[in-house]
């Protein structure tokens, strides 16, 4: 295979993180060969099954999903969301062996690049900036983590609370700088690693102090409430 057919998976990285959830898709679909794939996932549908997990890698273009498992009473358990660009079974691919695979669903419509695993460990060996972009890639995701068990182990539900608020409204608000909450209270609770009962105290409280707002059973927060949290909480 030549060489710049490996360059094409970089190139297609470059397109994405340059305009983030915005990538324009037909500069994409340009720079595909037929160890690639564009796909379209609709709302409240899997973006991967466990049985792909050795073959393909994915890259999450566009949308965000939750990762989650189902306990033996049938309770789901959110892991964590997801927005684009993110990735996923890139340590599948690079280990065989890795089967630790939980289940996922879209939240919206999702726009998804599958990559044939070979193609993409060759892509690494072949090209040294892809290699050195997917090596910084995990270091965040790796520093994601330690900064999410520092939280469990130092902070209060309070702190809790305001990280989640303050992360989602990084990757949602709107070009005025507010931001709705569309979740239950159940899986907001529990992605923020807070009880519901914690979870409706804090609601009730900022609410009064002005931190947050409530229309239609969703929090809404803008950007002055934002500066208000970080400055309350250090963040």
């Known amino acids: 295979m030549e060489e710049n057919v490996y360059k094409n998976l970089y190139e297609i990285v470059n397109i994405v993180e340059r305009e983030k959830d915005r990538a324009d898709l037909d500069a994409v679909r340009l720079l595909l060969n037929d160890r690639m794939r564009l796909r379209t996932v609709p709302r409240e549908e899997p973006i991967f099954y466990i049985e792909d997990g050795k073959d393909l890698v994915y890259f999450v273009l566009r949308g965000s999903y939750i990762n989650y498992r189902v306990s033996l009473n049938g309770k789901m358990n959110i892991l964590g969301r997801e927005k684009a660009p993110v990735w996923s079974g890139v340590d599948r691919a690079v280990n065989a062996s890795n089967i630790n695979f939980t289940e996922n669903k ?19 060996e072949h090209d040294g900036r892809f290699g050195l972009y997917m090596i910084k890639n995990i270091l965040d995701k790796m520093t994601d983590i330690s900064e999410k068990s520092d939280r469990l182990l130092f902070h209060d539900t309070n702190e809790h609370f305001a990280w989640f608020i303050l992360k989602y409204w990084n990757d949602h608000h709107d070009a005025a700088g507010i931001c709705r909450i569309e979740m239950k209270n159940a899986d907001l609770a529990e992605e923020a690693g807070i009880s519901q009962r914690s979870l409706y105290r804090i609601q009730n409280a900022w609410r009064n102090e002005g931190l947050i707002s409530v ?6 927060v803008t950007a002055e409430q934002v500066r208000r949290l970080r400055k309350r909480f250090g963040m």
């Open 106 to 124: 879209t939240l919206e419509e999702c726009v998804v690049l599958e990559i044939n695993a070979k193609y993409f460990i060759e892509a690494l």
């Open 215 to 220: 229309k239609k059973g969703n929090i809404v």
